[in-house]
């Protein structure tokens, strides 16, 4: 796996953490990772929706007492649907 990138969203309401999380992937090549911690549980459920609703994959989710990490890869150059 590559490098990871990381986007700290904490304290961030939603939309915010998922735009963060689009513009990092945007920045990266295809097949990079993204560790996008938050704490918003709107967040929680909606990255993983957009993520495949765009073509990423959730590597992982970590759930932790007071917030989660989402660890998504980069899908193909173009980001998937658009």
Do not use: N, Y
């Not at 560790?35 to 992982?60: I, K, M, N, S, Y």
């Amino acid at each position: 796996m590559r490098a990871v990138r990381l986007v700290d969203a904490r304290g961030a309401l939603c939309p915010v953490p998922t735009v963060m999380a689009a513009l990092a992937l945007e920045a990266g090549p295809a097949g990079c990772v993204v560790d996008v911690r938050a704490d918003d549980p709107t967040t929680r459920r909606d990255l993983p929706l957009w993520c495949h609703e765009f073509g990423h994959r959730v590597v992982e989710i970590q759930d932790a007492e007071s917030e989660f990490r989402v660890r998504i890869q980069k899908g193909s150059i173009g980001g998937g649907k658009k």
